[in-house]
């Protein structure tokens, strides 16, 4: 009899784990933790598997509310993204953002865990800095003041959060896993020198800056291209507009395992003037899995229709 919760690879998805699973440890409940494959909105066998044994699942921060539907358990379902109200009898269904409220009142999938069972701690923080920032500190004051209760700093929750991130940014699903448990049986500081982490960290940067090396400019737009099996390209794009300054970057990454990644990113104040929304729509038409909002556009597909996506996207720029 165990509950399984089924979690994001990110930093709020493994935040909330850790969150649900302290809760079911006061309870005296057991409980396992997996998350999808890294990169992929499904679930595959091995998670299958293990609803089978399970009496409840958690499934938060994961916007996959058409599996969740299929699930034969009892099912919370915590999230914040927009996603269509589930009505049925084995499912509840938690998510202020779709009845309402503001990503301002909850910034991340930790904060809505929190808020439903009156549970607190730094880990509700750290949750929403991974999702948007340092932003969460000018919306909410109790942000900051979760940190302080731990003696951690602003600076702190920065860098915890970015540690913890470093196991999906180099494609580490168990490294993603283990880090629930490894979270909750831990002090703050002892996770801030968490060797495997720290050097997950420096190995991500080099590879960043080693990507930030191919820049060709063109006239209405910067191309960065690469090969990495890291998931760095958002990472990429976002330091190449802003901290390099360039106000239209375009990266490519041809070699992330059998397929290939683009990341467009475009300065704020060209947000309106570049279409970004309508880009997004023609790749879709297309055929390619592709996503994004009014400065961002992220696709992945097979290597060998790399080229094809990237001459469409230039020449809509
Ligand atoms: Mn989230």
């Given amino acids: 009899m165990t509950t399984l919760i089924i979690h994001h690879w990110d930093a709020d998805g493994i935040c909330s784990a850790s969150l649900i699973a302290s809760i079911l440890d006061y309870l005296g409940e057991s409980w396992r933790n997996l998350t999808p494959p890294i990169g992929r909105y499904e679930f595959d066998d091995r998670i299958w598997r293990e609803i089978e044994r399970a009496t409840d699942v958690f499934v938060v921060d994961l916007n996959v509310p058409e599996i969740v539907e299929r699930i034969d358990r009892k099912v919370t379902f915590i999230d914040h993204h927009v996603q269509p109200k589930i009505l049925k009898h084995n499912v509840e269904h ?127 737009f910067t191309k960065i291209e690469f090969k990495s099996n890291f998931n760095i390209i958002s990472k990429v794009a976002r330091k190449a507009v802003w901290v390099m300054g360039y106000d ?39 055929g390619f899995n592709v996503g994004g909002k009014r400065e961002v556009l992220g696709l992945v597909c097979p290597k060998e229709r790399i080229d094809e996506a990237v001459r469409i996207i230039e020449g809509l720029l």
């Fill in 94 to 220: 938690v998510n202020p953002i779709i009845d309402g409220r503001s990503e301002k009142e909850y910034p991340s999938a930790s904060w809505v865990v929190s808020d439903y069972f009156s549970f607190w701690s730094y880990l509700s923080t750290l949750g929403a800095i991974g999702d948007v920032g340092r932003r969460v500190f000018d919306w909410n004051r109790k942000a900051m003041e979760l940190l302080a209760e731990y003696g951690l700093k602003k600076e702190d929750g920065m860098k915890l959060t970015s540690l913890i991130d470093s196991n999906y940014v180099v494609m580490d699903r168990w490294g993603v896993e283990d880090a629930v448990r490894f979270i909750l049986e831990s002090e703050p500081r002892e996770l801030l020198e968490n060797e495997r982490w720290l050097r997950n960290l420096s190995r991500i940067e080099r590879e960043v800056w080693k990507a930030l090396n191919n820049v060709e400019r063109y006239k209405k």
């Fill in 248 to 286: 239209v970057v375009l990266a490519v990454n041809r070699g992330f395992g059998e397929d290939g990644q683009i990341y467009l990113r475009i300065s704020p104040k060209l947000a309106g003037i570049i279409d970004v929304p309508k880009i997004i729509e023609e790749l879709k038409v297309r």
